[in-house]
Structure formats: C-alpha cells, structure tokens
C-alpha cells in the first residue's frame, strides 16, 4: 500500500484545464444521481446487517455494530473519484439517504439527511484539500476517517453517548471503521471500477494512473 507520496500524488493527478474541476456537466449530475439512488438501496441493506449484528452480538451488539459504520461512507469517495466535482460527495450521501428515508423508510427519520450531510462533508474534505487532483491511498483513508469522526459527534449528540464510560471506545471503533472500511475499500472499489473502462467518459478516465 503507497502513501500519499509526492510521486504517487504527481503520477495521481486529472489533467484537466485549470478551472475545469469546478464545472459540472449533466453527465457528471446523472452519474452522482444514479450512485446515490444505489447505495440508498445498498445502505439499506446494511441496516439489516447492522442490526442482526447486534442481536448476534447479543450485550455487546451495541457497540460491536460500529465496525460497520464505514460502510455508510462509500459512496462518497466514489462519486468524488470518478466525476472529481465539488460537493460530489455531499450530493450523493444524501440523494442516498432520501432514498433510504422516503422510500425505504428509514427508522431514522429526516434527521439521517442531516448526518448524511456531515459524513458526506467529512469525507469530502481530503479531496477538497487536494484540489480533487490528488487520490493515493492515504487521501482515501483520511476521507473515511474524518467522514467517521465527522459524523460520530452528531451522532453522539443524538443518541446521548456523550459522559458514558464507552465513549471514547465508540468513536475509536468508528474512525477504524471509516478509514479501513469507508476509506480503503473505496480506493479498491475506484481502482476495479475504473478498469472496466465504464467511467472512462468521466474525469477519472483521463487519468492514466487511476486504474494503478
């Protein structure tokens, strides 16, 4: 696994015009869209994942449920990765939890557009950093961590986490969750995509080292 390396991150950079990275093309939207609608279904799906967790886990499922929290911060990175837009992980995570809220009625409620927002930010933030030039794998596990930690406070704040003795246990778990499952699993999940050549009318498909 390489770092964000001042070779990998030069050898990882769009050769788009200067400029470029901030306009968006209806290509660009469709794509987001499509990504969001999809991962609603599949964070979904990872509601039951997190709740039959629990049960199994029986009194520890309430914390052992975290290690997938990660899960919920994918989409992110991958909509920032292929299109390389502002907002392009913001937008996603949340046309994913509108999905999840209205017409997969989510538990949660419109409160998840909210946390969905934060993570999405979170997320967002290394890439912005980078001007969304940069995609080693060290970018990709600092966008799932700070999405986690990100996120973990809302949350906190929400389920009244906050003075309890597993505290701190909790947020450790998520920012490992987020970096490795979140952050790592995406760069994977980028890496695949990207070489199948579907994305190659996308910005990422200018890059000649995204399929590295």
Known sequence: MSGDSAAPDSAARNTAAPGSATRWSLRDLM??????VVFGFLYWALVQGWIALSALAGPFGDLVQHVLLGGWLLVAPLAIAIVRRPFAGVVSEVIASVIEVVFLGSA???????????????????????????????????????????????????????????????????????????????????????????VDNFAIGRDTAAVR
């Open 108 to 198: 949660v409620g419109p409160t998840l557009l909210i946390a969905a927002a934060i993570q999405g930010a979170g997320s967002e933030l290394p890439f912005a950093a980078g001007r969304y030039r940069s995609y080693g794998w060290v970018r990709y596990m600092l966008s799932g961590a700070l999405g986690a930690g990100a996120v973990f406070f809302y949350s906190a704040f929400r389920s009244g986490w906050y003075g309890t003795d597993l505290f701190w246990t909790r947020f450790v778990i998520q920012m490992l969750s987020g970096a490795i499952v979140g952050g790592l699993l995406a760069k994977v999940l980028v890496l695949a995509i990207a070489r199948t050549g579907a």
């Open 31 to 36: 794509l987001v869209v499509v990504l969001g």
